[in-house]
């Protein structure tokens, strides 16, 4: 059974940087698949930020392309989010998913989310 | 607003059948295959409809999803009470390089 579990601050400043982990159980990363985040700000629909291969080949939203960075850590079966430069627009609910990888938009395992509040 | 175009809401009574559609561009659903989710309140979204018209294992028969030109649809017949969830349609955009969801369509059962 694949699991995802979100992990990091709830609570991040202006202008600061957010930075979350996804432990993965059940399936390893380096075996195959995309592995990505996904947010949802309170009240709104879904947005993705970006997936990545674990061989590393990214692909991020071009609206976030210039402040998220997403890595892989093959050791540790996680992966990682970096959103620099928040503001409160960037509060939101974050998944981490498990993608089946470029060129389409299937999301077959889910986080259970973790909301993150950008604020002074 | 979303790239992918989605009513915000549909409403049904018990045992009717709904219609959501996603209506998109020559970029995502003209050009790619289109994936469901639902979103039941307070849980994490959850794949509902792949490849324009496939069930994972567990998908009741009564959620199926079609695919024409550059607009989806997904029918839930039977409407039952526990389907009153948010459902997204989502593709890949070959023009944007990633990919795209709807606004989302908030179902109420009557």
């Known amino acids: 059974q694949v699991q995802l579990q979100e992990s990091g601050p709830r609570l991040v400043r202006p202008s600061e940087t957010l930075s979350l982990t996804c432990t993965v159980s059940?399936?390893?990363?380096?075996?195959?698949?995309?592995w990505g985040w996904i947010r949802q700000p309170p009240g709104k629909g879904l947005e993705w930020i970006g997936s990545?291969?674990?061989?590393?080949?990214?692909y991020y939203n071009s609206s976030l392309k210039s402040r998220v960075t997403i890595s892989v850590d093959t050791s540790k079966n996680q992966f990682s989010l970096r959103l620099s430069s928040v503001t409160a627009a960037d509060t939101a609910v974050f998944y981490c998913?498990?993608?089946?990888?470029?060129?389409?938009?299937?999301?077959?395992?889910w986080g259970q989310g973790t909301l993150v509040t950008v604020s002074s | 607003q979303s790239v992918l175009t989605q009513p915000p809401s549909a409403s049904g009574a018990p045992g009717q059948r709904v219609t959501i559609s996603c209506s998109g561009s020559?970029?995502?659903?003209?050009?790619?295959?289109v994936n469901w989710y639902q979103q039941l309140p307070g849980t994490a979204p959850k794949l509902l409809i792949y490849?324009?018209?496939q069930r994972p294992s567990g998908v009741p028969d009564r959620f199926s999803g079609s695919k024409s030109g550059t607009s989806a649809s997904l029918a839930i017949s039977g409407l039952q009470s526990e389907d009153e969830a948010d459902y997204y349609c989502?593709?890949?955009?070959?023009?944007?390089?990633?990919?795209?969801f709807g606004g989302g369509t908030k179902l109420t059962v009557l």
């Open positions: 998913v498990r993608g089946l990888g470029s060129g389409n938009s299937i999301f077959d395992y």
């Open positions: 059940g399936y390893s990363i380096s075996s195959g698949y995309f």
């Open positions: 990545m291969y674990h061989s590393g080949k990214t």
């Open positions: 020559s970029s995502n659903v003209g050009s790619n295959t």
């Open positions: 490849s324009n018209n």
């Open positions: 989502a593709a890949w955009d070959d023009s944007l390089n990633g990919v795209v």
